[in-house]
C-alpha cells in the first residue's frame, strides 16, 4: 500500500512538473507599447466576465462603433448597429453545439464536451449580447475584471474581435443562427477551429494578447486559471461582487 501511494505522489508530482513547465514554455509575454496604458494617457475600460466554466468579453457599443468608424471593421460596424440601443456588448466565441446546448455547468453533458474537444472541423459562433447597463450590474454575482487598456492596445483588441466574426454574402454580412442563451443575445458564425488546445476561455486570452498583456494559455484553459493569469501577470483583481 506505501508503495501504491509513493507511485501515486511522483505520478502527480510528474504531472504538476510537466504543466508548470508547458506553462513556463507557452507563456507569452505583454507589449509594453500597448498596456499598461502610460501616465496621464487616454484610457478606455473592457471586462473580462467569468460564468463559470465559460468567459467573455464586455465592450462598450460606442467603443465597437468607434472603432468600426476608425479602422473599418465591418464586422464590429454591424453588431453595434444591431445592438445600439444597449450601452455594453458581450461577447463570447465557443464551438456551435457545446455552447448552444450547455448555458450552465449543470447542463454539462460529456458526450457533446469530447465531440467538441476532439472531433474535426467543428464550426464555432460567437455569443454576443447586449447589455442593458454596466457588466457589474447585470452580472451581480459573476466574477469579473476590470481592465483599462490604452487607444493603441483597444485599437488593436478590436481588430482582433472584428476578424473573429465570418461574413458572408454580397454585401458582407453577418451570418446570424439564431436566439442566444441569456438576454437580447444571438448566436453569430465565427472564424477560428475549437479543440482541446483552443477553447473558448483561450479565445479571451487572444484578445488580451492582442490589446497588449501577458496571457499564459495553460491557465487560462479554464475561468478560474484565466482569472489567476490576470492576477498573477497583471497584477488585476477581480471587482467586488454586488449584493443581492
Avoid at 9 to 18: E, M, R
Avoid at 92 to 120: C, H, K, M, N
Avoid at 142 to 165: C, H, K, Q
Wanted: aromatic share 8%; net charge neutral; hydrophobic share 45%.
Amino acid at each position: 500500500m506505501r508503495r501504491l501511494f509513493r507511485a501515486i505522489g511522483y505520478g502527480l508530482s510528474s504531472i504538476a512538473l510537466a504543466l508548470f513547465v508547458l506553462a513556463g514554455a507557452t507563456a507569452r509575454t505583454g507589449d509594453p507599447a500597448l498596456w499598461p496604458p502610460k501616465p496621464g494617457e487616454a484610457a478606455t475600460d473592457i471586462f473580462v466576465v467569468s460564468h463559470g466554466y465559460h468567459s467573455g468579453i464586455a465592450v462598450s457599443t460606442a467603443q465597437l462603433a468607434a472603432a468600426a468608424q476608425r479602422s473599418g471593421n465591418l464586422a464590429l460596424g454591424l453588431i453595434s448597429e444591431r445592438f445600439g440601443g444597449y450601452p455594453f456588448i458581450e461577447v463570447g466565441w465557443g464551438e456551435q453545439d457545446f455552447y448552444a446546448s450547455v448555458p450552465t455547468v449543470s447542463d454539462f453533458r460529456i458526450g457533446l464536451a469530447v465531440r467538441a474537444l476532439f472531433g474535426a472541423g467543428n464550426n464555432t459562433v460567437l455569443h454576443v449580447v447586449g447589455l442593458p447597463e454596466s457588466p457589474r450590474s447585470v452580472f451581480a454575482s459573476a466574477d469579473i475584471v476590470r481592465i483599462e487598456l490604452s487607444e493603441a492596445g483597444l485599437a488593436r483588441m478590436m481588430s482582433a474581435l472584428n476578424r473573429s466574426f465570418a461574413l458572408d454574402g454580397q454585401p458582407a454580412g453577418l451570418q446570424v443562427l439564431g436566439r442566444g442563451l441569456y438576454g437580447p443575445s444571438l448566436f453569430i458564425r465565427a472564424n477560428g477551429n475549437f479543440s482541446m488546445f483552443n477553447v473558448c476561455n483561450h479565445w479571451v486570452a487572444d484578445m488580451l494578447s492582442a490589446a497588449g498583456l501577458p496571457v499564459t494559455p495553460v491557465l487560462d484553459t479554464v475561468p478560474p486559471g484565466l482569472m489567476l493569469d490576470l492576477k498573477l501577470r497583471a497584477g488585476l483583481s477581480r471587482m467586488p461582487g454586488l449584493q443581492q
